[in-house]
């Protein structure tokens, strides 16, 4: 049993930490579940699909509750480890949870810079693409000419970058831009689109940054938790 305040504070953290996910576990476990079985729930997508004539297969909405249900029990098998190797001073366990937080710590610290680096081409790409269905906007659906055009009506906007990209012949969704938003033809909805994108995004940053750092500090706790098994810390910290 280790001693010391500062070991014992270090102790419960880690204890109080992987508590929470593991409760936080069993909750997305259990609420994935109870969503996926749910008879009631089934009956409202169903009849939701029936009535907007949707040709997409229920089972294919669950994918979404299946993978929620794997992260829940992912964090179960976290937090487990983690309160077992801090309440029973166990420093193989506590290994074993140190390696989960560092794989998933490089895993996420390399898909944030991944998406630094790729932004720029992967907005050039959604452009150049969205771009290249407007010219097909002829052969789009009633629903989705609506819906786009609807769009340009409230965002001010006009196409993706403006209103040649619509190409030459006149084409209902360049009569809305020049009849409801005339003063903004020169302004692409892509643009605009993504600009709230990017503030989501800065909030979903923040939100990646703080899970970082409380994962850096898990680690680095974790392990001065197994230096003091491992030594039988009964000095005072």
């Known amino acids: 049993m280790v001693y010391g305040c500062g070991n014992k504070c270090v102790k419960y953290l880690v204890f109080l930490f992987n508590f929470l996910v593991f409760v936080i576990g069993i909750a997305v476990l259990a609420l994935s579940l109870s969503v996926r079985f749910s008879n009631d729930v089934q009956k409202y997508f169903q009849g939701l699909l029936d009535n907007t004539s949707s040709a997409v297969n229920l089972n294919q909405m669950y994918i979404a509750l299946y993978v929620l249900a794997a992260v829940g029990a992912f964090l179960i098998l976290t937090g487990f480890l983690g309160c077992c190797g801090a309440w029973c ?131 680095i706790f974790s392990c001065i938790l197994c230096q003091a098994f491992r030594r039988g810390d009964y000095q005072y910290a």
């Open 89 to 219: 001073e166990n420093t193989c366990l506590l290994a074993v949870f140190f390696s989960i937080i560092l794989i998933l710590f490089v895993a996420e610290l390399g898909c944030g810079i991944a998406i630094l680096v790729k932004k720029d081409s992967f907005k050039q790409s959604i452009f150049d693409e969205i771009t290249k269905k407007m010219k097909e906007y002829g052969s789009w659906t009633p629903e989705m000419k609506k819906q786009f055009n609807q769009t340009q009506i409230d965002l001010k906007c006009c196409g993706c970058n403006n209103i040649t990209d619509y190409g030459s012949s006149i084409s209902e969704g360049a009569i809305t831009c020049t009849l409801y938003v005339p003063q903004y033809v020169a302004t692409g909805c892509c643009n605009k689109v993504w600009d709230t994108l990017q503030n989501q995004m800065a909030i979903v940053g923040g939100v990646s940054i703080g899970i970082l750092v409380i994962e850096l500090l898990a680690m």
